[in-house]
């Protein structure tokens, strides 16, 4: 390990020799104000399936951002934190086969079981299909 300026620098893990940090669903991949996720509400370009429903609206960055709104109808917290778990794991994993500068307000179907597999497909199918709408 070398030392920086005093500080000892850890080298960031690998897993076959892909840095592991360049699928990480950092800040900037979020959808956090309130505000944008009335923009994609109000551009009702959206595609669904059985298992979510995605809306879109571009937002000028040169990657997608991800934000999600789960509802009480999904159920209990438990539910709703695995929902949310399950849709960033997919987002995070097929983030480079989402179209680019496109914000995505995904949200659970009710009756759909969360599986992250499953959500892959969907949610890059889903989301090419609404981000042609624009």
């Known amino acids: 390990m070398k030392s920086i300026n005093g500080i000892l620098a850890i080298p960031a893990r690998t897993c076959g020799g892909n840095r592991m940090g360049d699928e990480r669903f950092l800040h900037a991949y979020r959808i956090l104000r309130g505000a944008d996720f009335q923009r994609a509400f109000k551009r009702r370009a959206t595609a669904g399936d059985d298992r979510l429903l ?3 609206f571009p937002n000028e960055l040169p990657h997608p951002r991800l934000g999600l709104s789960v509802s009480k109808k999904v159920g209990n917290a438990v539910a709703r934190n695995r929902w ?7 987002f995070r994993l097929t983030r ?3 179209p680019s500068g496109v914000d995505f307000v995904v949200i659970p ?3 759909a079981v969360p599986g992250t597999a499953d ?11 609404a981000a ?3």
């Open 54 to 56: 995605v809306f879109a």
């Open 84 to 90: 949310k778990r399950c849709i960033r794991e997919a």
């Open 96 to 98: 480079e086969e989402l």
């Open 109 to 111: 179907r009710p009756d």
């Open 119 to 129: 959500l892959k497909e969907s949610l890059v199918r889903l989301a090419r299909r």
């Open 132 to 134: 042609r709408k624009l």
